[in-house]
Antibody, heavy 119, light 106 residues
Framework: EVQLVESGGGLVQPGRSLKLSCLAS????????MNWIRQAPGKGLEWVAS????????YYADTVKGRFTISRDNAKNTLYLQMTSLRSEDTALYYC????????????WGQGASVTVSS | DIQMTQSPSFLSATVGDRVTINCKAS??????LNWYQQKLGEAPKRLIY???SLQTGIPSRFSGSGSGTDYTLTISSLQPEDVATYFC????????FGAGTKLELK
């Protein structure tokens, strides 16, 4: 069974940093591109970033470009999102999801990690 | 950027009803449209990919259709376990989600 489990969320002050992790199991992690998607309270879903299976290709939403960094460790079956210079508008539930092209586009999701940016 | 307009935002229906949810893209998305179901406190689940392909394990009462800019998710006979929020995703150019439809039982 495909499982994606996010961790690392919490309360952080504006301007500070936080790193999310997504531990994958039940599939060959190194074969799939991965994504981060977020949902702010009372808002719709917003794509944040994607990374190819070998980290050769990386894409960011304009809203996080230059502040967030997506990365992965295929040996540890783990996806990361390093978030810096956090703003109140980054407050959201952050999901990781498998697949960013072809048949596998976002075909499996985790339950999310909550990030609150507040002083 | 492609915008996705999803309707309705809220839907109340009776068990056995045929339910339709719509997504309209701001430009042609070439059938690169997925549908998801999200129940309270659970991870989103993909129901339909590329407009009309049913995800393995999803009941056949769920179906998708559309082309160009207009897409529809249909539940042929609503069941109590279908109470959830549904949203669409276009992946023709970048990724854009619809705002969601909250489906409740009448």
């Amino acid at each position: 069974e495909v499982q994606l489990v996010e961790s690392g969320g919490g309360l952080v002050q504006p301007g500070r940093s936080l790193k999310l992790s997504c531990l994958a199991s039940g599939f060959t992690f190194s074969n799939y591109g991965m994504n981060w998607i977020r949902q702010a309270p009372g808002k719709g879903l917003e794509w944040v970033a994607s990374i190819s299976s070998s980290s050769s290709y990386i894409y960011y939403a304009d809203t996080v470009k230059g502040r967030f960094t997506i990365s992965r460790d295929n040996a540890k079956n783990t996806l990361y999102l390093q978030m810096t210079s956090l703003r109140s508008e980054d407050t959201a539930l952050y999901y990781c999801a498998r697949g960013y092209s072809g048949y596998y586009v976002m075909d499996a999701w985790g339950q999310g990690a909550s990030v609150t940016v507040s002083s | 950027d492609i915008q996705m307009t999803q309707s309705p935002s809220f839907l109340s229906a009776t068990v056995g009803d045929r339910v339709t949810i719509n997504c309209k893209a701001s430009q042609n998305i070439n059938k690169y449209l997925n549908w998801y179901q999200q129940k309270l406190g659970e991870a989103p689940k993909r129901l339909i990919y590329n407009t009309n392909s049913l995800q393995t394990g999803i009941p056949s009462r769920f179906s998708g259709s559309g082309s160009g800019t207009d897409y529809t998710l249909t539940i042929s006979s609503l069941q109590p376990e279908d109470v959830a929020t549904y949203f669409c995703l276009q992946h023709n150019s970048g990724y854009t989600f619809g705002a969601g439809t909250k489906l409740e039982l009448k």
